[in-house]
């Protein structure tokens, strides 16, 4: 069983700044992510796209805001269930909370912070009728160890960051790596798809366009694809294969979560926004994109927001009768749990005689 002052279901950007403001207040953290790695959306469907709306940062990718927020909060060592999506939650008589995830992994605290963002995240599925058959044994959705993939035959399908990137990355890798996209126009960084279309060039990347994937084959595993191209002039074409990764995006669902007996609003938690963000579930709070309130913007500064309020509140519910003096950073400083403290220089001030 994992104990923490403080579990935070979702490691987007919201669920990491969390961490700060909870280790300003000398709170222990843990975040669980169905995603293999923190960011949330910012790193798992558009880590290479300008984000134009962060304070002080006039424009920063969102893979670049995520690396920050994680330097962020080194210091105060938080912990992580990745790739294991949160499945129930159930009071304990002491007041607290274990949640346990969909692997069997479970954590135990007295507050329960929910940051997942629109929801866990499912896999968009293209349309081919026995795609399930191959799931583990050819077929994935994510790139969770690009090692899996050497020497390999690998097919990837989609037209976003994420299958412009694994196929860039991947030729250092595979043996051969083809790109399917139903268009000409990919939706990618610029960087991205000049890169590839470069890769195209020197015959490192197959690329294919205005083309699907329709046709799965193999018996126990995947051993090739069949490709339809929109003109119809054009014969399929059959390639064998090691590997299919269609990367179409994540479909954001509340999941299990939607089921905890939480007051739901158009897909959304609703949390009591005139003072500390709590659900109708005393000692379970929702911030960030996946709580809804009058007046609620789905912004990143706006979870920031929530994030720095509500540890306030949930300070006092762990310490009850604890009183603790907040001090703004320039005064205090941050120091964390490893040791290493950042304190502002103080000025010197000579009296004239």
Not at 321 to 344: C, I, N, Q, W
């Amino acid at each position: 069983m994992i104990k923490t002052d403080m579990l935070i279901i979702g490691a987007g950007p919201t669920g990491l700044f969390t961490v700060f403001e909870a280790g300003l207040l000398k709170l222990k953290t843990h975040l669980i992510d169905a995603l293999p790695q923190p960011g949330g959306q910012c790193s798992e469907i558009y880590p290479k796209k300008p984000i134009y709306d962060i304070p002080a940062f006039p424009e920063i990718l969102a893979g670049t805001l995520v690396d920050n927020l994680m330097e962020q909060i080194k210091p105060f060592e938080p912990g992580f269930t990745l790739g294991e999506r949160a499945e129930t939650l159930d009071k304990l008589e002491d007041g607290s909370f274990v949640v346990t995830t969909n692997k069997g992994t479970k954590h135990n605290a007295p507050v329960v912070v929910i940051a997942g963002g629109l929801g866990s995240f499912e896999p968009r599925k293209p349309p081919i009728s026995n795609i399930v058959n191959f799931e583990d044994t050819g077929v994935s959705y994510m790139i969770k160890d690009p090692e899996v993939y050497r020497d390999k035959k690998v097919v990837i399908a989609g037209g976003g960051d994420s299958a412009l990137d694994w196929a860039i990355f991947l030729t250092d890798v595979a043996s051969e790596v083809t790109l399917v996209h139903r268009r000409d126009e990919f939706r990618g960084a610029l960087d991205s798809v000049e890169k590839a279309s470069e890769l195209a060039k020197l015959g490192k990347i197959k690329l294919i366009t205005k083309a699907e994937v329709k046709e799965l084959h193999g018996e126990n595993e995947l051993k090739a694809v069949v490709i339809k191209h929109t003109d119809k002039e054009k014969e399929d074409t059959y390639l064998e294969v090691d590997n299919f990764i269609p990367l179409f995006g994540l479909s954001p669902k509340l999941g299990p979560i939607g089921d905890w007996g939480l007051e739901i609003q158009k897909n959304a938690i609703k949390v009591n926004n005139a003072k500390d963000y709590q659900t109708n579930i005393p000692g379970v709070y929702a911030i960030g994109d996946v709580n809804t309130y009058e007046g609620k913007l789905k912004l990143i500064l706006s979870g920031f927001h929530e994030a720095a309020v509500m540890c306030q509140y949930a300070y006092q519910q762990i310490n009850p009768g604890k009183r603790f003096v907040m001090k703004y950073t320039t005064v205090g400083g941050v120091e964390g749990f490893d040791g290493s403290k950042k304190v502002a220089k103080k000025e010197v001030v000579q009296s004239i005689a």
